[in-house]
């Protein structure tokens, strides 16, 4: 199992530009979401999708889409991207209806936004 | 709304003594769970523990232990005989228990350790 695989591992855009960050896991997991890192922030909630077609905001969902067409797959867009957009991003995923699973997290996405 | 506060920024201990790192919680929910990941320079998240809100028995793994207090909200982690590999930001997380699972993690905002060596 490769687990939850992130790309690309680093990123620099210019702002305006457009791009997707890409998250698979291999486990078969129901449960996906992603974060943004930020120094003196922690880690916070951007979306999740608890399966195939179902999507919902986090905490900071502003500035970003998502979708999930398959249980393994689960992009995030920044249609137009803004140097508040510079992070680090991390995917994770969990199976669902298995209490206190812990969610397993990706390598993480450098991004810078110029 | 769920809330978590890790008030120790950064600490440096000399290698081999005890530190305890800090982690206090605020939620409606009357079920939970709490968490501690660690990310080593490296930057990827590692999980080291979760505990439900049901169970506050203090809990034990080789150097590390969590002592989880519900009556005052907090969940502090001790690295015990601490070692350079030490060396990370941890986080302490909080989730609700729902129908799902434990998705929708809050996250405190990490306390640096370093441990000189």
């Known amino acids: 199992n490769a687990g939850v695989t992130q790309t690309p591992k680093f990123q620099v855009l210019k702002t305006g530009q457009s791009m997707t960050l890409q998250c698979a896991q291999d486990m078969n997991h129901e449960y996906m979401s992603w974060y943004r890192q930020d120094p003196g922030m922690g880690l916070r909630l951007i979306h999740y999708?608890?399966?195939?077609?179902?999507?919902d905001q986090g905490e900071v969902p502003n500035g970003y889409n998502v979708s999930r067409s398959t249980t393994e797959d689960f992009p995030l867009r920044l249609l137009s991207a803004a140097p508040s957009q510079t992070s680090v991003y991390f995917c994770?995923?969990?199976?669902?209806?298995?209490?206190?699973?812990?969610?397993?997290f990706g390598p993480g996405t450098r991004l810078l936004v110029l | 709304a769920q809330k978590v506060t890790q008030a120790q920024t950064e600490i440096s201990v000399v290698e081999k003594e005890d530190v305890t790192l800090d982690c206090v919680y605020e939620t409606r929910d009357t079920t939970y769970y709490l968490f501690w990941y660690k990310q080593p320079p490296s930057g990827e998240l590692v999980f080291l523990i979760r505990r439900n809100s049901f169970d506050e028995q203090n809990e034990i793994s080789g150097r590390y232990s969590w002592n989880f207090q519900k009556s005052t909200s907090s969940f502090n982690f001790t690295i015990t005989a601490s070692q350079v590999v030490d060396s990370a930001v941890y986080f302490c997380a909080l989730s609700p228990i729902s129908n799902f699972g434990n998705e929708k993690l809050t996250f405190g905002t990490g306390t640096r350790l370093t441990i000189i060596p």
């Open positions: 994770a995923s969990s199976p669902l209806n298995r209490a206190g699973e812990t969610q397993y």
């Open positions: 999708s608890v399966g195939a077609g179902i999507t």
